[in-house]
């Protein structure tokens, strides 16, 4: 026989063995169970991923293509047997087992209402829910089944909440094109009168003394006009905006001489960054009206642009007659109109587009010139620069 000590040896040995070989297999239920998730978080996970599907359909509003993308995704996100989507004038979408019966007429009233209503027609129940963006009804989700349970109703009404909110980013998406687009167009306005009078007054002084001077500044007045007003996309290469501005220079040294100097220190890997259409140009034009056209003697506008990291950084500096900070805060702020409108223009513009950590900074001081610079991320997916402009470039500035 075992001594005692022999077997209290073996006994231990046992229960340790029996401990590790728990614990291994408790560590591995766990660690499966916890890679696994709860059925909650499985569910959780599974309807995340089903909208996250469903979205990117809806981006552009409710639209045919769009919802009938979407609906295959909803309605087994609902786990109905029919799924309908509608705007206020017609049936969008259909996907499943959807029932032959005029769904824009039972909709009408849970539309006209705003809230969900369960219809029974035909041995279904037909949940209706509206879908409002906004305080206004913009269509309807209806969904079929033999019997609407509670469960349904309520899903039924969230992923109208949900359709909703995508169509709202989506007229909010439209919007700010528009706000866009009308902000360029009153550049372009800014532009019209006060710089094509004074160009072309420059361009009437030369036609006796110098023609052949004369017929170059037509030629590059003709240039910056078509570039200005061009009507396609709302961004340019920053390679195009110079070239716009080298015309817009040779324009505006025509009227002054050598009372504007320029200097330029451009590095060639950021020409093909992307920027907002008409955001370059107004800085220099700000530079040259309000910098050096009141200050005797003229003097220098300095262009720089090079590459800083995820960044093109872009500096337009002139050492004219600078601008009161405390003025330069009302311009920015939009309480002043008539002066550096485009410095306002353009700083909105680019908090639209990239945050507003992308605005204009500003250094400047009575007396002491101006500096602005702006920050543009080189990288931009979803911005297209247009069609690239294929006329002559000029001589240079």
């Given at each position: 026989?075992?001594s005692?000590?022999?077997q209290t040896?073996?006994?231990?040995a046992?229960?340790?063995?029996a401990?590790a070989?728990?614990?291994?297999?408790?560590?591995?239920?766990?660690?499966t169970?916890?890679?696994?998730?709860?059925?909650?978080?499985?569910?959780t996970?599974?309807?995340?991923h089903?909208v996250?599907?469903?979205?990117?359909h809806?981006?552009?509003?409710l639209?045919?293509?769009g919802a009938?993308?979407?609906?295959r995704h909803?309605?087994?996100l609902?786990?109905?047997?029919?799924?309908?989507i509608?705007?206020?004038?017609?049936?969008?979408?259909?996907?499943?087992d959807?029932p032959q019966?005029p769904?824009?007429?039972?909709a009408a009233?849970?539309?006209?209402?705003?809230?969900?209503?369960?219809?029974h027609r035909?041995?279904?129940?037909?949940?209706?829910?509206?879908?409002?963006?906004?305080?206004?009804?913009a269509?309807?989700?209806?969904?079929?089944t033999?019997?609407?349970?509670?469960?349904?109703?309520?899903?039924t009404?969230e992923?109208?909440?949900w359709?909703?909110?995508?169509?709202?980013?989506?007229?909010?998406d439209?919007?700010?094109a528009?706000?866009?687009?009308?902000?360029?167009?009153?550049?372009?306005a800014?532009?019209?009168?006060h710089?094509?009078?004074?160009s072309?007054?420059?361009?009437?002084?030369?036609?006796?003394?110098?023609?052949q001077?004369?017929?170059?500044l037509?030629?590059?007045?003709?240039?910056?006009?078509?570039?200005?007003?061009?009507?396609h996309?709302?961004?340019?290469?920053?390679?195009?905006?110079?070239?716009?501005?080298?015309?817009y220079?040779l324009l505006?040294k025509?009227?002054?001489?050598?009372?504007?100097r320029?200097?330029l220190?451009?590095?060639?890997e950021?020409?093909?960054?992307?920027?907002?259409?008409l955001s370059?140009q107004?800085?220099?034009?700000?530079?040259?009206?309000?910098?050096?056209?009141?200050k005797a003697?003229?003097?220098?506008?300095?262009?720089?642009?090079?590459?800083?990291g995820?960044y093109?950084e872009?500096?337009?500096e002139?050492?004219?007659?600078?601008?009161?900070?405390?003025?330069?805060?009302?311009?920015?702020?939009?309480?002043?109109?008539?002066?550096h409108?485009?410095?306002?223009n353009?700083?909105?513009r680019?908090?639209?587009?990239?945050g507003?950590?992308h605005?204009?900074?500003?250094?400047?001081a009575?007396g002491?010139?101006?500096?602005?610079?702006?920050?543009?991320?080189?990288?931009?997916?979803?911005?297209d620069?247009?069609p690239?402009?294929?006329?002559?470039?000029?001589?240079?500035?």
């Open positions: 026989m075992l005692a000590a022999l040896t073996l006994i231990s046992v229960v340790l063995v401990v070989v728990v614990s291994f297999v408790g560590y591995r239920v766990f660690r169970s916890r890679d696994l998730g709860t059925d909650a978080d499985r569910a996970y599974e309807t995340l089903t996250s599907l469903a979205a990117p809806l981006a552009s509003g639209t045919r293509e009938a993308k979407a609906s909803l309605r087994g609902l786990a109905c047997d029919g799924l309908a509608t705007d206020t004038v017609e049936v969008l979408a259909e996907d499943g959807v019966l769904l824009l007429e039972l009233d849970a539309m006209t209402g705003g809230r969900t209503q369960v219809i035909g041995g279904l129940d037909i949940v209706v829910a509206p879908i409002v963006v906004r305080d206004r009804t269509g309807a989700v209806v969904a079929s033999r019997r609407a349970e509670a469960r349904l109703v309520r899903a009404t992923v109208a909440g359709v909703a909110a995508q169509v709202g980013l989506a007229e909010l439209e919007s700010r528009l706000l866009m687009e009308a902000e360029v167009r009153a550049l372009r800014q532009i019209s009168p710089f094509i009078y004074n072309l007054n420059a361009i009437a002084s030369f036609i006796i003394t110098d023609p001077r004369a017929r170059q037509v030629v590059e007045f003709a240039d910056f006009t078509r570039y200005s007003f061009r009507r996309g709302d961004f340019t290469t920053l390679a195009e905006e110079l070239q716009a501005i080298d015309r220079l505006e025509a009227r002054f001489g050598d009372r504007i320029v200097s220190a451009i590095a060639p950021v020409l093909s960054t992307i920027i907002p259409f370059l107004p800085l220099v034009e700000n530079a040259v009206r309000h910098g050096l056209e009141g003697g003229g003097g220098v506008i300095t262009l720089t642009a090079r590459d800083s995820e093109a872009i500096t337009v002139d050492d004219g007659v600078g601008i009161d900070p405390d003025a330069l805060r009302s311009v920015l702020a939009g309480t002043t109109e008539g002066i409108v485009g410095l306002r353009v700083d909105v680019l908090r639209q587009v990239y507003d950590a605005g204009l900074v500003i250094d400047t009575p002491a010139g101006t500096l602005i610079t702006m920050r543009v991320p080189k990288f931009q997916p979803g911005h620069a247009g690239p402009d294929t006329r002559r470039q000029s001589a240079g500035t």
